[in-house]
């Protein structure tokens, strides 16, 4: 399988920004699925945004209109732009990535997953 590396985390400011990024060899042309999922202390791992092959994206209500996805081919790399950040999304973002096809890459069962990278949002 392939290990995806993120980085991009750190502490920021309520109303800030950071951007994520998530690298993987093959990562513009081997995957269906690529998306960002978050782990916030004593939660469960819920999905913030995802991409597909072919371009459609699907976000979290917590996080629309706040996080955009995207994907640069020629780095092989997947990002995660988020702006004017809340407390309440502190976690540890996970990058994941999936040969599969599948209707929601948000909800997919994913098999490749980096190490995670933590952001902290204070107030």
């Known amino acids: 399988q392939v290990q995806p590396v993120e980085s991009g985390g750190g502490s920021v400011q309520t109303g800030g920004s950071l951007r994520l990024s998530c690298a993987a060899s093959g990562l513009s042309y081997s995957f269906f699925c690529m998306g960002w999922f978050r782990q916030k202390p004593g939660k469960a791992r819920e999905g913030v945004a995802s991409i597909d092959s072919q371009g459609k994206t699907t976000y979290a209500d917590s996080v629309k209109g706040r996080f955009t996805i995207s994907r640069d081919s020629a780095k092989n790399t997947l990002y995660l732009q988020m702006n004017n950040l809340e407390p309440d999304d502190t976690a540890m973002y996970f990058c994941?990535?999936?040969?599969?096809?599948?209707?929601?890459?948000?909800?997919?069962?994913?098999?490749?997953w980096g190490q995670g990278t933590l952001v902290t949002v204070s107030s």
């Open positions: 994941a990535l999936s040969r599969a096809a599948s209707f929601s890459c948000l909800v997919h069962p994913y098999k490749d």
